[in-house]
């Protein structure tokens, strides 16, 4: 390929490594890329590099103001678009209708309501829960997960190399065992991490330490909250249910909201901080509402796309 033919591509894919990033981009735009990928494998590659040198800055790729964009269709669909308002694409987005890209930027991604078995290797494996995204890296040293969005469950087997099981969540690192399971979850101000079997160890130091059965969280900056939990609470989603105990109903609906096309969405902040306990079932959308209304007794007022007030 010639040199001014691999400059070209190298350009597009920082082009649409900045665009995704943006938060503008479209349903449209997620097609196109895939589309744009796919023309060949020089493509998939500098894409993929792009994405690496945008993990390794932490920021956003710069785009002179001189470079042409992308060309690309900003309507999602007539859902959005009867709609009339600005950041219709964030919404849809939210909504689950097209990728986040936070999805589009990872390794690994699942839509809205699929779970799916990711295999590294012969010694780690990941569940990746519906809406999730994790970036994964292989050395020498072992596999790194880093979940970027959602909820994952790694599991390992016995590790003979004594090869490192890493993770990282929220900018955590997560030291995980041999044969071990462990849960990490993003949640909208933090994030928690459980042990259903196994153990691991959770900071850059080792500050704290979980066995099976104990569950690890923070939110807000406030201090780290380290419990026992029903096993259960841990990874429900594996079995098409969620089960709470003493949590906060924000974390339940974000847990719920990434199998269902729509939203939950709390009326207010007080509201998101009660503390609930149960379990749902993730098999019917419809019953989820009826759960949530019956059983943790709220009224609910529906709108656009699958779109719902609880209050």
Request: charged share 25%.
């Amino acid at each position: 390929m010639e040199p001014t033919e691999t400059g070209r591509i190298d350009s597009e894919a920082r082009d649409w490594v900045v665009l995704l990033s943006s938060g503008e981009a479209t349903k449209a735009d997620a097609e196109a890329l895939e589309k744009w990928r796919m023309q060949s494998r020089e493509h998939e590659l500098a894409f993929r590099e792009a994405v690496r040198v945008w993990r390794l800055s932490g920021a956003v790729l710069e785009q002179p103001e001189t470079r042409k964009r992308i060309s690309r269709r900003r309507a999602i669909g007539t859902m959005v678009s009867a709609a009339g308002i600005a950041g219709s694409a964030q919404i849809a987005s939210a909504l689950g209708y097209i990728p986040t890209w936070r999805a589009l930027l990872s390794d690994y991604a699942t839509t809205t309501g699929q779970v799916a078995l990711i295999e590294f290797n012969n010694s780690v494996s990941a569940l990746l829960d519906g809406a999730s995204a994790i970036s994964v890296e292989l050395s020498e040293k072992g596999v790194a997960v880093t979940l970027t969005q959602g909820a994952v469950l790694l599991k390992t087997k016995r590790n003979p190399d004594g090869a490192e099981y890493r993770a990282r969540v929220n900018g955590t690192v997560v030291f995980v065992s041999s044969e071990s399971s462990v849960e990490l979850v993003e949640r909208r101000d933090g994030f928690s991490i459980g042990c259903l079997s196994g153990g691991a160890k959770i900071g850059p130091d080792s500050s704290f330490a979980l066995s099976a059965g104990e569950q690890f969280t923070q939110t807000g900056g406030q201090k780290p909250d380290i419990r026992r939990v029903s096993k259960e609470n841990i990874a429900g989603w594996r079995n098409g249910k969620i089960v709470f105990q003493d949590t906060r109903l924000i974390d339940v609906v974000y847990d719920l909201n990434r199998h269902r096309k729509g939203r939950f969405a709390l009326a207010s902040n007080q509201l998101a901080e009660r503390r609930v306990s149960g379990s749902i079932s993730l098999t019917d959308s419809t019953q989820m509402e009826k759960t949530l209304s019956v059983g943790l007794g709220l009224r609910s007022t529906p709108g656009i796309g699958g779109f719902v007030i609880l209050y």
